[in-house]
């Protein structure tokens, strides 16, 4: 019976990651809540997790979408405890105590192993302390979710927007991305609030291709960037 059944949720999942791959620009939230359920099959959301911590470089952004996107349906930690924790850390960093820092910011990933701006800033404490093989780590981790975040939208419309789950890894993302914004607006919907920024990026292709000029800056290029913050579907 316990056989039969892992290979029903076995089944499950696998129709769940073939249904992330099928629809490369949209969020599949039916199938997402499904994924989240499965905690006990060779193929399933702890299994992902697991993989996400150890291998993240054998793993394929549908994969990557579902370990990411997952939170919105999870209780998470209390989020002042976590708020109060973060400022320990964030205390940390900014007093180079980068080898506290480093036991404070794994231990804040073991509740939330997908915090952008938590495995940037660890990132950052690995190569101040020459943890080659953790900074290896950190950064396919990061390298995973935002190509699994870029293959729900790119956000170059409204239809086609950079979904994340906080507005920490909105700045994350454009942060990661090399966008500045110079101005944003905000609009309101059911479940998740678009930011619509005004971002500024620098313009190379009209240099003096192999002659240097100190004096010529490249130009300003305003673009568009469409931010989505989802809310949890708790």
């Known amino acids: 019976m316990r056989k039969k ?12 990651l073939y249904s992330f791959a099928q629809n490369p620009g949209n969020l599949d939230t ?12 060779p193929e399933g959301y702890k299994a992902l997790v697991k993989k996400f911590n150890e291998t993240p470089q054998y793993l394929y952004a549908n994969e990557g979408a ?40 794994e231990r804040l990933a073991k509740t939330d192993p997908v915090d952008l701006k938590l495995l940037v800033m660890l990132m950052a404490a690995y190569i101040e302390t020459k943890r080659e093989t953790d900074m ?26 950079l979904k994340v789950t906080s507005v920490e890894d909105e700045y994350a993302m454009m942060a990661m991305l090399k966008l500045n914004g110079k ?6 919907r059911n479940n998740s609030n678009i930011d619509h920024w005004t971002i ?15 004096n010529r800056q490249p130009e300003d290029k305003q673009s568009s960037l469409f931010v ?5 579907y708790l």
Do not use: C
């Open 200 to 214: 500024v990026t620098k313009d190379y292709s009209k240099e003096w291709g192999f002659i240097e000029d100190k």
């Open 183 to 188: 101005s944003r607006r905000s609009e309101n």
């Open 5 to 16: 059944h892992i290979l029903t949720l076995t089944f499950v999942i696998t129709a769940v």
């Open 66 to 105: 579902i370990i990411y996107y997952a939170k919105l349906f999870q209780k998470g930690p209390d989020p002042f405890q976590r708020l109060a924790a973060k400022k320990i850390f964030n205390k940390l960093m900014l007093q180079k105590r980068f080898d506290e820092a480093i036991i404070e910011g």
């Open 136 to 161: 290896n780590l950190t950064k396919a981790k990061l390298q995973l979710l935002s190509k699994s975040i870029l293959s729900k939208g790119h956000g170059n419309s409204d239809s086609t927007t």
């Open 30 to 41: 039916a199938a997402l809540k499904k994924a989240v359920q499965d905690t006990t099959s």
């Open 228 to 232: 989505e913050v989802l809310r949890p």
